[in-house]
């Protein structure tokens, strides 16, 4: 099992930056996919960053540029650096561990954070 807790979220003036972190309860190993998505009022959730096990990034269009996605398997944290926030950036803000295991694929998820971006 894996227990997920993210922090960093807050309100920002638009254009400005938060760090969100993610700290994982279990060991995070090297082979799974650690994501952030994002839920905005009165809409389906979001895929926002990945980080997959050969160390590639792949970003949602929308923050394509402005977002990065990083881990630390030592410290079994993910973390999600933002620039340049819009308003559209308004969501709960939801981290991600997808492990393959014996064929089966084990999603965990935490809490949520809310990210407010004023205009």
Do not use: H
């Amino acid at each position: 099992q894996v227990q997920l807790v993210e922090s960093g979220g807050g309100l920002v003036q638009a254009g400005g930056s938060l760090r969100l972190s993610c700290a994982a309860s279990g060991s995070i190993f090297s082979s799974d996919v650690m994501g952030w998505y994002r839920q905005a009022p009165g809409k389906q959730r979001e895929l926002v960053a990945l980080s997959t096990s050969s160390s590639r990034s792949n970003y949602a269009d929308s923050v394509k540029g402005r977002f990065t996605i990083s881990r630390d398997n030592t410290k079994n944290t993910v973390y999600l650096q933002m620039n340049s926030l819009k308003p559209e950036d308004i969501a709960v803000y939801y981290c991600n561990v997808r492990r393959l295991f014996l064929a089966a694929v084990n999603d965990y998820w935490g809490q949520g954070t809310q990210v407010t971006v004023s205009s």
